[in-house]
């Protein structure tokens, strides 16, 4: 069956990095297009970064430009976020997404916290 599974999630300090990662299984990862979206609490999920299915083109929201960066490896069916800079207003469960046309898939989501 279809899996995303996200882990790299946890507790860091303004300033501070992580980088995130989505295993994906059982479905052809390097067709499809990968998102991470975040939603904070009290809040409306947010896209936040986006590749393409072969990695040539990436998407950032305005909030993370030259902080975030998205990459994937098709050879491991993995899509990271890393990010750095982190501020308090990063925190949110950030969730990864595949899309190929109307097909569209979601993990379960990582915590990520950034407070002092």
């Known amino acids: 069956q279809v899996q995303l599974v996200e882990s790299g999630g946890g507790l860091v300090q303004p300033g501070g990095s992580l980088r995130l990662s989505c295993a994906a299984s059982?479905?052809?990862?390097?067709?499809?297009?990968m998102r991470w979206y975040r939603q904070a609490p009290g809040k409306e999920r947010e896209l936040v970064a986006v590749?393409?299915?072969?990695?040539?083109?990436?998407i950032y929201a305005d909030s993370v430009k030259g902080r975030f960066s998205i990459s994937r490896d098709n050879a491991k069916n993995t899509v990271y976020l890393q990010m750095s800079t982190l501020k308090p207003e990063d925190t949110a469960v950030y969730y990864c997404?595949?899309?190929?046309?109307?097909?569209?898939?979601w993990g379960q989501g990582t915590q990520v916290t950034v407070s002092s």
């Open positions: 997404n595949a899309r190929r046309g109307e097909n569209e898939y």
């Open positions: 059982g479905f052809t990862f390097s067709t499809y297009q």
């Open positions: 590749i393409s299915s072969i990695g040539a083109s990436t």
